[in-house]
């Protein structure tokens, strides 16, 4: 049967080259190539169906995850897939997994925190999946609070051993994924006890079940957490709880890049800062920041091919109702995503950059930027994945009633992703932690020079009092303009924390107090950080018919939807005048039209397959009602034409003969 394009006409509106976009949005022909590949090799695959993954009980949901990493696994041996392949497949598979935990984080806590020789000890099994780890940090009792770890590894010099204990029952392991049915071994966190003095927090390779029958190790309770929320989503993850109880590990099994014990039980602390032991976290959130955009570009996928399919009102003379993508209202709620999306793209590939810059200046002992380092980390991640879990829930309203069906996908992408807010560092913790940066930072103005992203306050003179020169609505398009309102506010609103702390004679007791103005300002740090990087992108050679002017358009509507959604700081710091304000609006309203032929295009760019996407509602094609249709009627629910329980529980009530007064 021929395959109709009901989306071909949005198609034939675009003004720019979709297939260059397509690989500025990878990063580059190779990894467009790969992705592109990749994808097809996995949606053409049977074995990584996904379809019914609502319908499962936990128990089948489970299963059918291993199974679905098993055959993962199997593929990528049999077809001697590149480390760089297995990733790009584990990705398009699209199942949350103990994998994402052992590839994710256990190796990469031994690769950063591991000696050489305990590198090349358990690397190659980790690479091999001889063994299965997991990241066991977080406890009952305690998660943002790491210090307050209450689990104990306290050196025996008799045996040259470390026993691992749980001393209490909110020092029981809790959360932490893949430990609940499969991990073999276990990055577990425990205060370090030598000598009876405790040195603080480190980690310690600890196996949990045996090799042989997959039975708990003497000492090790383990199991599940239990369900969490959505149907579906991270449920096909076992996130799990772990007592320990006087557990005996080797002495050579604590992760001794940062800190060592000698056989001989003295401690001893290596010239690297202590905070590299939380090395794990800063990498980590720097992944999640690179995934929020393809978490936010897909949900933004499903509703902008829906909003140019679906039409309400507006019909004229028996003619075509209108397209609910023409709405203002639809747009002024939906454009900003695509952009965000875009946006976080870009600062995604940024912060991977600051990443290895960082890393390599560590292997060189220079820790100069990890502070820096640590507060963008921190503060993308919880900017990013904010904005990504808020928006694909508006992605869902968007799409009105349909978009509350599983079939259009959203529903278990909110859930599978709104755990990023809190996993990996509760959002608000972790701007406290950008905060803290940025009043060291004040503080220090005129003994130390800002650099970096924090550069712009070596102008802090200049930005408390500049005037902004925007006088009629296009020159809102002049990024001078748009950079020096955003540098103004974010600078103004640090100082003015700062001015407020020094009111306090306790500074620990200021920053309490202060704390939710505090989030602010670091908000307004990390928007600056998006937005400067945005700008400096569009600054480089972009080949490609059309596709810079489209990019332009995209960062102007993220910055200055950003200026309007948050007036209130930019008109209380008197970085810009209602008039300003109102400006921005015009020019608002004026690129959502000029994005709005694109939008189509500017979605397509993403190449994601409809396998991928797994929403009726954002299929390529656009063709949603004839598969909304069918798709209602393959619900277990419909198997039977009369349901189970009928006459159980319907007859019944309907043949009842009551008598009563009132009746
Ligand atoms: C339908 C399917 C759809 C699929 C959709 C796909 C989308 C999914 C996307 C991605 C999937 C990814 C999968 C991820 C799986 C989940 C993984 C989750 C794992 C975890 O959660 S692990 C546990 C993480 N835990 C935390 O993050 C805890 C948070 N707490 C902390 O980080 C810290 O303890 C703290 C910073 C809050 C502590 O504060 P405090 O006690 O004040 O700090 P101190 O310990 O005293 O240290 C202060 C000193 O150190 C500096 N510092 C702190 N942290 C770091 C660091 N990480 N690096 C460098 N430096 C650090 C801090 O600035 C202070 O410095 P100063 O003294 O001021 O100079
Ligand atoms: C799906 C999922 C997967 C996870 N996977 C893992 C894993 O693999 N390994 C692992 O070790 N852990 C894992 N975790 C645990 C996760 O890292 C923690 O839940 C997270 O760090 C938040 O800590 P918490 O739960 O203690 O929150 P809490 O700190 O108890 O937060 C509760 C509330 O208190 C507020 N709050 C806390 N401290 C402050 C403060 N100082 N100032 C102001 N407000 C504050 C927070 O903002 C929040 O609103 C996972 C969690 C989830 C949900």
Known sequence: MERVDHLAHERNKSEFDVDAMKIVWAGSPHAFELSDRISKLVASDPGFRKDNRTMLSRKDLFKNTLRKAAYAWKTIVDLHLSEEEAAKLRFYVDEPAYTDLHWGMFVPAIKGQGTDEQQQKWLPLAYKMQIIGCYAQTELGHGSNVQGLETTATFDPQTDEFIIHSPTLTSSKWWPGGLGKVATHAIAYARLIVGGRDYGVNGFIVQLRSLEDHSPLPGITVGDIGMKFGNGAYNTMDN??????????????????????????????????????????????????????????????????????????????????????????????????????????????????????????????????????????????????????????????????????????????????????????????????????????????????????????????????????????????????????????AARMSVACAQNLSNFDNPEEGFAELSADLVEAAVAHCQLIIVSKFIEKLQQEIPGKGVKQQLEVLCNIYTLFLLHKHQGDFLSTGCITPKHASLANDQLRSLYSQVRPNAIALVDAFNYTDHFLGSILGCYDGNVYPKLYEAAWEDPLNDSVVPDGYHQYIRPLLKQQIRTARL
């Open 240 to 489: 799990g709880v772990l007592q320990f109880d006087h557990v005996r590990i080797p002495r050579d099994q604590m992760l001794m890049r940062v800190s060592q014990v000698t056989r001989e039980g003295k401690y001893k602390q290596s010239d690297v800062p202590r905070q590299l032991v939380y090395g794990t976290m800063v990498y980590v959130r720097q992944t999640i920041v690179a995934d929020a955009s393809c978490a936010l570009s897909r949900a933004v996928c499903i509703a902008t091919r829906y909003s140019a399919v679906r039409r309400q009102f507006g019909s004229q003379n028996g003619g075509p109702e209108t397209q609910v993508i023409d709405y203002k209202t639809q747009q002024s709620r939906l454009f900003p995503l695509l952009a965000s999306a875009y946006a976080f793209r870009f600062i995604g590939e940024w912060l991977k950059w600051l990443y290895t810059d960082v890393t390599q200046r560590l292997q060189a002992n220079d820790f100069s930027t990890l502070p820096e380092a640590h507060a963008c980390t921190a503060g993308l991640k919880s900017l990013t994945t904010t904005a990504t879990a808020d928006g694909i829930e508006e992605c869902r309203k968007l799409c009105g009633g349909h978009g509350y069906l599983c079939s259009s996908g959203l529903p278990e992408l909110f859930a599978v992703y709104v755990p990023a807010c809190t996993y990996e560092g509760d959002n608000t913790v972790l701007l406290l932690q950008v905060a803290r940066f940025l009043m060291k930072t004040v503080s220090q103005l005129g003994v130390k020079k800002p650099v970096g992203t924090i550069g712009y306050m070596t102008r802090v003179d200049h930005l408390m009092q500049c005037r902004c020169g925007v006088q009629r609505a296009e020159d809102w398009l002049n990024p001078s303009a748009l950079l020096e309102a955003f540098e103004a506010r």
